[in-house]
Nanobody
Framework: QVQLVESGGGSVQAGGSLRLSCAAS????????MGWFRQAPGKEREFVAA???????RYADSVKGRFTISRDNAKNTVSLQMIRLRPEDTAVYYC??????????????????WGPGTQVTVSS
């Protein structure tokens, strides 16, 4: 079992930056694809970014060039650096994990472990 806890959410103005962190416990994440998802009010949860066990990355089109996902296996953490934030980025952001030692490019679905989420609010 992998337990995940997000931190770093908050309120910023449009154009600002935030860095989200996800701390994993229970298992080392070396063999896991790690992802970030978000859910805005009244909308379904959507994929944001993911990083494979080898460091390959995938991003949603809406965040390419603005968000960067990274991982530190030694610290068992994953981060999401967000710049040039927009009001439409407002959502609860979730960290997710998926056991995977095959895919070089991480998947955007099929994640089985989830954190409780952290709120990101971007005002115009």
């Amino acid at each position: 079992q992998v337990q995940l806890v997000e931190s770093g959410g908050g309120s910023v103005q449009a154009g600002g930056s935030l860095r989200l962190s996800c701390a994993a416990s229970g298992r080392t994440i070396n063999s896991y694809s790690m992802g970030w998802f978000r859910q805005a009010p009244g909308k379904e949860r959507e994929f944001v970014a993911a990083i494979s066990w080898l460091g390959g990355t995938r991003y949603a089109d809406s965040v390419k060039g603005r968000f960067t996902i990274s991982r530190d296996n030694a610290k068992n953490t994953v981060s999401l650096q967000m710049i040039r934030l927009r009001p439409e980025d407002t959502a609860v952001y979730y960290c997710a994990a998926r056991f995977d030692q095959v895919l070089l490019v991480p998947p955007d679905s099929g994640y089985g472990y989830w954190g409780p989420g952290t709120q990101v609010t971007v005002s115009s």
